[in-house]
């Protein structure tokens, strides 16, 4: 199985803060690899899909990058509706597809 | 628009088999795409169960898939999830999703989740 580590698991930041989330896989994954956002309650939500292409409809502040082994997840401007748990999932090896273990945002 | 809704027992025995279904609207299954099944344990990340296409060709989690049946009813526009053998670590909820591989290979609808807990 392909391992997705995310980091950090938790961050704290204040509303206009750029923030930053990295998910890394055990082998290189090519641009396989997309993120989700999870609000509290909901289920989760596509953002970036191959890595750092931008779900229509998703704002602008949100973005992706990264190919192989690391991978990058940034929010421009955090607003106090981007509380949630954002989660990383790879593609490259259908079986299984795996998911990282999702970082919680927060507002200061 | 596209709407999955999940249902089933919430409460499952030890050792009994989980059974969840998914209704699909918005949608015809058999269109084409995947459709998987995708669960949380509380407090932990997602993990994937599996996914079935509309031939009813399946693809499982090598982790569940001996005690899992993902089956597929194209005329009522529903799948289906049976986990046999089902233990404390199986409480989660359980999440319903569409698998698009139009860009990326992406769970692009989701249902709202049920959750599931095993207990005597």
């Known amino acids: 199985d392909i391992q997705m580590t995310q980091s950090p698991s938790s961050l704290s930041a204040s509303v206009g803060d750029t923030i930053t989330i990295t998910c890394q896989a055990s082998q290189d994954i090519g641009n396989y690899l997309n993120w989700y956002q999870q609000k509290p309650g909901q289920a989760p939500k596509l953002l970036i899909y191959?890595?750092?292409n931008l779900k229509t409809g998703v704002p602008s502040r949100f973005s992706g990058s990264g190919s192989g082994t690391d991978f990058t997840f940034t929010i421009s401007s955090l607003q106090p509706e981007d509380v949630a748990t954002y989660s990383c999932?790879?593609?490259?090896?259908?079986?299984?597809?795996?998911f990282g273990g999702g970082t919680k945002v927060e507002i200061k | 628009q596209v709407q999955l809704q999940e249902s089933g027992p919430g409460l499952v025995k030890p050792s009994e088999t989980l059974s969840l279904t998914c209704n699909v609207s918005?949608?015809?299954?058999?269109?084409?795409?995947?459709w998987g099944w995708i669960r949380q344990p509380p407090g932990k990340g997602l993990e994937w169960i599996g996914n079935v296409f509309r031939s009813g060709s399946t693809t499982y989690n090598p982790s569940l898939e001996s005690r899992l049946t993902i089956s597929v009813d194209t005329s009522k526009n529903q799948f289906s999830l049976r986990l046999r053998s089902a233990t404390a670590t199986d409480t989660a909820i359980y999440y319903c999703a569409r698998l698009q591989y139009s860009y990326g290979y992406a769970f692009d609808f989701w249902g709202q989740g049920t959750p599931v807990i095993v207990s005597s």
């Open positions: 918005g949608y015809y299954i058999s269109s084409g795409y995947y």
């Open positions: 191959d890595a750092s």
């Open positions: 999932q790879q593609y490259s090896s259908l079986l299984p597809i795996t």
